[in-house]
Structure formats: C-alpha cells, structure tokens
C-alpha cells in the first residue's frame, strides 16, 4: 500500500471555493489511536481510489461528546456536541460518513435535538453503496476461502439495525463467513461501549472481551472483522490473551476491502 493518500481538509475546499460531496468524520480513535489510524488510512484510499469527492475537518474536528454522555456527563456531551454543530452548519455540511459506530450513533441519533440535522451513514454502508454503483470494485483472491467471523457492533447493529452491509462485504470478498453463536440483534459487547473502555474492569470472573473472543474463536476464524476502532481494540487484546496471534487476525471491514483491491 504505497499509494499517496489525498486528505483535504474542508478549510482548503471552501478556500477553493468547493464543497465536497461527503465529509469523513475521523473521530478520536481513527484520529489518535495507531491501530485504528490503519483503518483511517485504509478507507482513505477506498475514498481515493473511487473518486470520492470528501474532506475532513482536521484541527477542527473534536470529540462528538459520546464518551461525556455514556458516562452521565450531559453537561460536558452538550457543550461538546454545540461546538461541533456549529462548525459543520458553517461549512454547510449535509452528509457525514465515518468508521466509527459511537461518533455514527450520536451524530445521527443525538444531534437532531440540539440543531445538528445531517445524513449519517457508517463506512460499511457508503463501501457496500460504492460497490453496488460500481465505483470500486474488489479484485484479488487474498481472502477467497477464509473463515471470516463478523462481530456486530452495538451501537451499528442493536442500536441503528445496520447487520446487512459488512456482512454483504464480507461475502464479496469470496470468503466464508461464519456466524459465532450470538450475533446481530443477539450479539454480544466487546465490553468497550458505554465509555466503559476508559475506566478500570469491575469485580467479576471474565473481562467481556474475553468472553467475545472466546466465541469468536470457536468459529475457527482467519479473521475477526470488525467494524468499529473499540470493538477491534478489545478483541485483538482478546486474541493476544489467547495467544492466537499467529492464527488468527483481526481486521476492520475497510481493510479487507483495501487489501483484496491491492492485488
């Protein structure tokens, strides 16, 4: 993957008198976190590759407030929230797409109430509509016959009833997807929602990731897929405590896709 990622902000768009057709709200983890900035960069170049039109806002982007609010600080979500509506409303945003389930969730869900009214839609989605109009197309047989296991996001599945998309995808890549036992509207947490990745564990005889990728495991995958930088934290931390890092990989949907385009 040697390609030269263009990411424009939305400063240099209006700057050019342009307005792009989506913006990418990268959120915190795809932002900060070194893992999940490969999945920042890898639905960068599905982005580039396709011809999208779309721009970030960079230093202007902060916190959606999620982890404030999941914690009971309302006060801190609102203010956080307020600073951000307003700086979507100045460059006249109309669609957002993101990675992240927790910034997808409260942008479309919790925003409407304090002014924020835009067109939200998860990576998995805007990749599978991508596909469908045929401006990518996926090549190579990299993953054709693995076992490939998808955990469901809360706040993608449960929460916003999006279970179709990644595994659509899933199926495009030639791969073999396996259920675990408890999946879509029965799947279980990877234990990092609720803001609950931020603070220490309670008392209890298993973490929740854990218990996850236990389940996960006994699907005898190649691959975890993943759609959300929590959810992949937890259950790469999971197959590190098993010890199965060398079987066993765990990757976000935008990654298989730029992947198997690579070949």
Not at 220 to 248: V, Y
Request: charge should be negative; hydrophobic fraction near 40%; proline fraction near 3%.
């Amino acid at each position: 993957m040697s390609e030269i990622l263009k990411v424009p902000t939305m400063a240099e768009m209006l700057a050019e008198g342009k307005q792009p057709d989506v913006l990418f709200w990268v959120g915190c983890a795809g932002s900060f976190d070194d893992r999940a900035k490969k999945i920042t960069k890898a639905f960068v170049q599905l982005l580039n590759r396709a011809n999208v039109s779309f721009a970030v806002l960079g230093t202007e982007e902060s916190c959606t407030g999620d982890p404030a609010k999941r914690a009971g600080n309302e006060f801190l979500f609102q203010m956080q929230a307020m600073m951000n509506i307003e700086v979507l409303k100045g460059y006249e945003t109309k669609k957002i797409v993101t990675a992240c389930p927790h910034c997808f969730n409260t942008l479309k869900n919790e925003y409407p109430e304090l002014g924020g009214n835009f067109e939200v839609i998860h990576h998995t989605e805007f990749l599978k509509s991508l596909l469908d109009q045929g401006k990518l197309s996926i090549e190579g047989g990299q993953f054709k016959g693995k076992r490939i296991t998808f955990h469901d996001p809360c706040y993608l599945g449960r929460a916003n009833g999006v279970y179709e998309a990644p595994r659509e995808l899933i199926v495009k890549l030639d791969a073999e997807l396996v259920e675990m036992k408890r999946s879509k509207a029965n799947g279980l947490c990877c234990g990092a929602g609720g803001a609950q990745m931020f603070k220490d564990a309670e008392a209890g005889n298993k973490e929740v990731n854990i218990e996850r990728t236990e389940e996960a495991l006994e699907t005898k995958p190649d691959i975890i897929a993943a759609a959300c930088p929590f959810c992949n934290t937890m259950l790469t931390d999971g197959i590190k405590n098993k010890e199965k890092e060398g079987e066993t990989k765990v990757m976000d949907i935008a990654e298989l896709i730029a992947n198997a385009q690579d070949l």
